[in-house]
C-alpha cells in the first residue's frame, strides 16, 4: 500500500515573520528613541504640574451645557457619516465584488482603496475648503474615509458568500436582483451590520477629533480652549469625549451581540 505523502512545507509564513521581525528592528534602529527621557525627576515633575492644571474640570451649568450640545453634535456626526458611508460602500461593493465583471472589480476597488488611504483628517482639510467650517465638512470626512472601508469590508462579504442558493433562484426564473436580496444579502446581512457598528465606535473617535481642525463637536471646543490654555475647560471636554465614547461602545456591544444571537 502506498503511503500518503507528507504535506507540502509552505515557507510563506516564516519569510514574511522574519521579515517583519527586520522592520521592527530596523524602526528601533533608526528613530533614535530616547526612552529614558521618561523616566527622569524632571519628566515627572513637569508632567504632574501639567496634569494639576486640569484640576478641578469646569462644571458651571453654561459650561455643561454648551459641552452637551457639543457632544450632540459630535454624536451627529459620527451616526450620519457612518449612515451615508454605509449606503456608498453598498453601492460600491456590488461591482467590487465581481457582480459586474473583472474590469469594474479592478477599477472600483482601486476607488476604494483612495477613499480610505486618505485619513479622516486630511479628508475634513480638504472638504474644509469646499464646505467651509462647521459639522458639515466633518460629516462628509467621516463618510468618505469610512466608505472606502466599509465598501472593501462589504465586498469581500459578498464574494465569501455561498453562492448556491442565488444561482438556484436564478435558474428558477427568479430576476436577478430579486435573487441577490433573497439569496445572497440575507447570509452577509449579519456581517454587514458587525462591520457597521464597528465602524460606527470608531468614527465617534474620529469625530472628536476632527474639531481640531475646525470641524465642529467636541474636537472644536477641545482645540479651543487648550489654545487658550484653559485646562480645567478642557478637562471637561476630555471627560465629555470619553463618557460619549464610553457610551456608544456600549450600544455597539449590545446591538452586535443582539445580532449573534
Known amino acids: 500500500m502506498n503511503q500518503p505523502l507528507p504535506p507540502r512545507r ?11 521581525l527586520g522592520l521592527v528592528v530596523a524602526s528601533f534602529a533608526t528613530l533614535r528613541l530616547d526612552l529614558a527621557a521618561f523616566f527622569t525627576p524632571e519628566a515627572a515633575g513637569t508632567t504632574l504640574e501639567f496634569l494639576g492644571g486640569f484640576t478641578p474640570p469646569e462644571t458651571a451649568a453654561p459650561f455643561l451645557m454648551k459641552t452637551l450640545n457639543a457632544a450632540l453634535e459630535t454624536l451627529s456626526m459620527s451616526a450620519l457619516g457612518t449612515l451615508l458611508a454605509v449606503i456608498a460602500g453598498l453601492v460600491l461593493a456590488l461591482p467590487a465584488s465581481g457582480r459586474w465583471g473583472g474590469a469594474a472589480r479592478a477599477l472600483v476597488r482601486v476607488v476604494l482603496n ?82 457597521t457598528l464597528y465602524r460606527w465606535e470608531n468614527n465617534i473617535r474620529a469625530a472628536a477629533v476632527l474639531g481640531v481642525v475646525g470641524a465642529g463637536g467636541l474636537g472644536q471646543m477641545l482645540k479651543y480652549h487648550l489654545s487658550l490654555f ?9 471627560l465629555a469625549m470619553l463618557l460619549l465614547v464610553a457610551l456608544v461602545d456600549a450600544i455597539s456591544y449590545a446591538l452586535r ?3 449573534t444571537r
Open 230 to 238: 484653559q485646562m480645567q475647560s478642557a478637562a471637561t471636554v476630555v
Open 114 to 195: 483612495v477613499l480610505r488611504s486618505i485619513p479622516e483628517l486630511v479628508w475634513a482639510a480638504l472638504l474644509l475648503v469646499a464646505a467651509g467650517l462647521g459639522p458639515f465638512a466633518g460629516t462628509l470626512a467621516l463618510a468618505a474615509h469610512t466608505a472606502g472601508v466599509l465598501g472593501r469590508l462589504f465586498a469581500d462579504a459578498l464574494e465569501n458568500a455561498e453562492p448556491a442558493p442565488e444561482a438556484a433562484l436564478r435558474i428558477n426564473g427568479a430576476p436577478a436582483l430579486a435573487a441577490f436580496f433573497y439569496a445572497t444579502l440575507p447570509q452577509t446581512l449579519p456581517q454587514m451590520l458587525s462591520y
Open 257 to 259: 451581540r443582539a445580532l
Open 10 to 20: 509552505s515557507w510563506t509564513t516564516p519569510v514574511l515573520l522574519v521579515l517583519l
